[in-house]
């Protein structure tokens, strides 16, 4: 495969999960992807295990009773559809071995980070995974395994991360490829920043 990406010319791969190693490609840096948790107010859920979410994702939990809620409605799973983000998720939950079960009437994507709270809000009964630039108005970020994503000191133990590998090319095309997204990295984080937990 880093035959290829040479041949077209790639100068930089981000592998969700999984390294790139090869003799023209070399790990530049590895970042932490944390996955949030997002549910509509109404259905009473505060907390999900990993084992409950994972379930909820392969389709084997379908209503959030099945979680310990009042509620028996059925959970609707909405998940970003942009062109970069759902490969990305995908490989994420691929990297985890989870194959994504949920049936199509319980899955909605958003095309980018708006229309997916949008959707979820309007829609209700929503675990939504996804949500990162914009603030998620009347939707509640739940604690993952009881840990607060909010809580500075619980992030490193957060337990749904997962290994981004950032690998350039052997060469100086690698080294401005890599400069490039370094920068424009930055300068996502600090929206993120700004617009997530308002």
């Known amino acids: 495969m880093a035959a290829a990406y040479r041949e077209a010319g790639v100068a930089l791969v981000v592998g969700h999960g999984i390294g790139v190693p ?31 979410l994972e379930d909820i994702l392969k389709g084997k939990s379908v209503r959030w009773s099945d979680l310990g809620s009042a509620s028996n409605d059925r959970i609707q799973v909405y998940l970003h559809g942009g062109h970069l983000q759902r490969p990305k998720f995908e490989a994420l939950l691929r990297s985890k071995d989870i194959e994504l079960g949920v049936e199509s009437s319980r899955l909605t994507y958003g095309a980018d980070y708006a229309d997916l709270r949008d ?10 995974l996804g949500l990162r630039s914009v603030a998620p108005a009347d939707l509640r970020m739940v604690t993952l395994n009881g ?5 500075t000191s619980a992030r490193e133990s957060y ?39 308002e």
Not at 174 to 195: C, H, K, S, T
């Open 22 to 52: 090869s003799k023209v490609f070399e790990v530049a840096r590895v970042f932490t992807e944390v996955v949030p948790v997002f549910v509509s107010p109404d259905v009473g859920i505060y907390d999900i295990s990993v084992s409950q």
């Open 119 to 128: 959707r979820a809000i309007e829609g209700g009964n929503a675990l939504v």
């Open 147 to 151: 840990k607060d994503l909010t809580d």
């Open 159 to 197: 337990p749904w991360v997962f290994p981004v590998y950032l690998a350039k090319r052997r060469d100086m095309q690698g080294e401005i490829a890599e400069r490039r997204y370094m920068e424009a990295m930055e300068a996502r984080q600090w929206r993120d920043l700004v617009f997530v937990g």
